[in-house]
């Protein structure tokens, strides 16, 4: 019963890099998110996917690229990391839209 | 501007005591309103969800009130316990259209 999981849990870069950050979860849920979360502003939506092959911009998707090939994955990338996207970023699922959100444990990154 | 408010950073408050938190949006008509608990390193997690044609919801020691007319939610903790210590954030749906917007949090520190 592994749920909703992320990896890696910690991460350092450099400036340019380009980063995937994974997502896993095992309820089949339709719906995936990505997240970011920095003090002074909550949680804000990156990217979301009603479906695999189906995806969306949420508010704040500049510099992040995403893909859902298969209904369980969706990795969130990077290409060209800057130091404002140092962050902590947590991906959910839900079954359908507006239901409940199922969290990930999150994935810290720091880009120097 | 679009917002959502959520009252002070903080609430310190004596155990067996009721905590009550405010969530406060503008420029919105959301069809329902989330809240979430968030302990520190870890990712949300679901607490309650109300819909616009309910009043008030309960779950244990945990009510959530919505008020259309007066765009606000307060979330009640009863009978407060130091396990109850953690961040609480409120969701909404702007656009109805599944993509959250989460209030930045109110952190509640619960004395014994």
């Known amino acids: 019963d592994a749920g909703i999981t992320q990896s890696p849990r910690y991460k350092i870069t450099e400036t340019g890099r380009q980063v995937t950050l994974m997502c896993h979860q095992t309820?089949?849920?339709?719906?995936m998110f990505w997240y970011r979360q920095d003090l002074g502003h909550g949680l804000r939506l990156i990217y979301y996917s009603a479906a695999a092959d189906i995806t969306d911009k949420g508010e704040v998707p500049d510099g992040y690229v995403v893909s859902r090939s298969k209904t369980e994955n969706f990795p969130l990338t990077l290409e060209s990391a800057t130091r404002s996207q140092t962050s902590v970023y947590f991906c959910?699922?839900?079954?359908?839209?507006?239901?409940?959100?199922?969290f990930g444990p999150g994935t810290r990154l720091t880009v120097l | 501007s679009q917002k959502i408010e959520q009252n002070s950073e903080a609430l310190n408050i004596q155990e067996g005591k009721t905590a009550t938190l405010t969530c406060n949006y503008t420029?919105?008509?959301?069809?329902?309103l989330q809240w979430y608990r968030q302990d520190p390193g870890r990712g949300p997690v679901f607490l309650l969800l109300?819909?616009?044609?309910?009043k008030e919801k309960r779950k244990e020691r945990l009510k959530v009130t919505f008020d259309t007319t007066l765009k606000q939610s307060l979330f009640h903790i009863t009978a407060s316990q130091p396990a109850d210590s953690a961040t609480y954030l409120c969701?909404?749906?702007?656009?109805?259209?599944?993509?959250?917007?989460f209030g930045a949090g109110t952190t509640v520190t619960v004395r014994a």
């Open positions: 969701a909404l749906d702007p656009s109805n259209d599944y993509k959250l917007s």
């Open positions: 109300i819909r616009e044609n309910e």
């Open positions: 420029n919105y008509s959301p069809a329902y």
């Open positions: 959910a699922s839900s079954l359908a839209g507006g239901n409940e959100q199922f």
């Open positions: 309820w089949s849920h339709s719906y």
